[in-house]
């Protein structure tokens, strides 16, 4: 088989490997560093960057008595992995995402096997499938020296981000973006910036950044959304998103360079 990367999760969860000096790696070997079973569907993943392979599974049950071995939520590992380790695990959470939801053909109902590393097809029927991206858009609103931020309802903690919102089937990712502040704000908005792109594995997202500038109206919230928001200033800033994700880049970056 060789050595390779094992990156294993159980649901939201991925196996590190604790060195005993506070900094955490994937597991390596030739072997999974946990026992399988013969339903655990082990899926191989593209290598990493220097041509290491990698490998990646779903267990039933979380590592808990082991003195060298931990569990780590996916958006935890942010901060206890090097940068290339956690995209890569968030392309394997979200392959075994998919790997669990397409079990069977979605024409004929017969048990689908995998084509290639990135695809199945059904035996019976020839259906083939691949893995789908829910795309959304992520924009930061200026007004002057002032910017947009909101709480979304579904947000764990207080702190404020961008409007932002799924991509429409039949729509371009600009017009989902004036149709997101509209919807979301009341607002109007010109000259749209693209700013860059992130994977969102959760659990199968990519998210399209923005930049654009107010160009009329009042806000008003969509309370379905959101809860709060409002234009601040650099000098009253609320509290703001994690480093991890592309709404605290834009934010980072409007700081950084205006």
């Known amino acids: 088989m060789g050595k390779a990367y094992w990156f294993v999760f159980c649901k939201s969860d991925i196996l590190l490997k604790d060195n005993g000096d506070g900094t ?6 030739e072997k999974p560093p946990v026992d399988m079973k013969e339903w655990n569907h082990i899926l191989n993943i593209s290598p ?7 490998k990646s599974v779903r267990i039933d049950s979380p590592v808990t008595e082991s003195v060298k071995y931990v569990m780590c939520g996916l958006r935890a590992s942010y901060y206890k992995l090097e940068k290339e380790f ?51 858009i992520i924009v930061l609103v200026h007004k002057g020296d002032n910017v ?14 961008l409007v932002a919102g799924f991509v429409e089937t039949g729509e371009t990712l600009e017009e989902a973006v004036r149709r997101e502040v509209k919807e979301e704000t ?55 998103p994690e480093k991890l994700s592309i709404a605290r880049m834009i934010i980072d970056d409007w700081l950084a360079n205006g």
């Open 148 to 161: 947009l931020l909101v709480h979304a309802k579904n947000f764990k903690s207080d702190f404020y981000g």
């Open 24 to 29: 955490f790696d994937i597991p390596y070997g």
């Open 186 to 240: 009341g607002l109007e908005i010109k000259n749209i910036r693209y700013f860059g792109s992130q994977p969102w594995p959760y659990p199968c997202g990519l998210m399209v950044g923005f930049n654009a500038d107010y160009n009329g109206g009042e806000l008003h919230l969509q309370f379905t959304e959101l809860e709060k928001g409002g234009w601040f200033t650099r000098n009253s800033l609320p509290t703001l």
């Open 86 to 136: 956690y995209l890569k695990a968030g392309k394997c959470h979200e392959l075994l995402y998919w790997d669990d939801n397409t079990k069977f053909c979605g024409t004929c109902g017969t048990p689908m096997v995998m084509n290639t590393d990135i695809s199945k097809k059904c035996p019976s029927c020839g259906k083939e499938i691949w893995p789908l991206l829910a795309t959304a």
């Open 48 to 54: 990493m960057n220097d041509g290491s392979l990698v």
